[in-house]
Nanobody, 129 residues
Framework: QLRLVESGGGLVQPGGSLRLSCAAA????????IGWFRQAPGKEREGVSC????????NYANSVKGRFTISRGNARNTVYLQMSSLRAEDTAVYFC??????????????????????WGQGTQVTVSS
């Protein structure tokens, strides 16, 4: 059974950092592209970042570019999202998602939730003083 479990969320002050983890189980991890998404109260789900199956291609939303870094450890079946210089507007529930495709993560592309098949339950990130 395919599972994605996010962790690492919490409360952080503006300007602080957090590292989110997405642990995968039940599928061949390096055959799946992974995306990170977030959803704030009253807003639509937003694509934040994605990483290709090999990790060789990454993409970021303009709102997080230069502040967030996505990486994957295929040996550990885990994808990470390192978030720095956090702002109040980064407050949201963060989800990771997976899809068995090599054609969904390209630099400069819109990161669409429609391209992903499997989803975790999310982890809350709150940026507040």
């Amino acid at each position: 059974q395919l599972r994605l479990v996010e962790s690492g969320g919490g409360l952080v002050q503006p300007g602080g950092s957090l590292r989110l983890s997405c642990a995968a189980a039940g599928f061949t991890f390096n055959s799946y592209a992974i995306g990170w998404f977030r959803q704030a109260p009253g807003k639509e789900r937003e694509g934040v970042s994605c990483i290709s199956r090999s990790g060789g291609v990454t993409n970021y939303a303009n709102s997080v570019k230069g502040r967030f870094t996505i990486s994957r450890g295929n040996a550990r079946n885990t994808v990470y999202l390192q978030m720095s210089s956090l702002r109040a507007e980064d407050t949201a529930v963060y989800f990771c998602a997976a899809v068995p495709s090599g054609d969904v993560c390209y630099q400069g592309d819109h990161i669409s939730s429609r391209n992903y098949d499997y989803w975790g339950q999310g982890t809350q990130v709150t940026v507040s003083s």
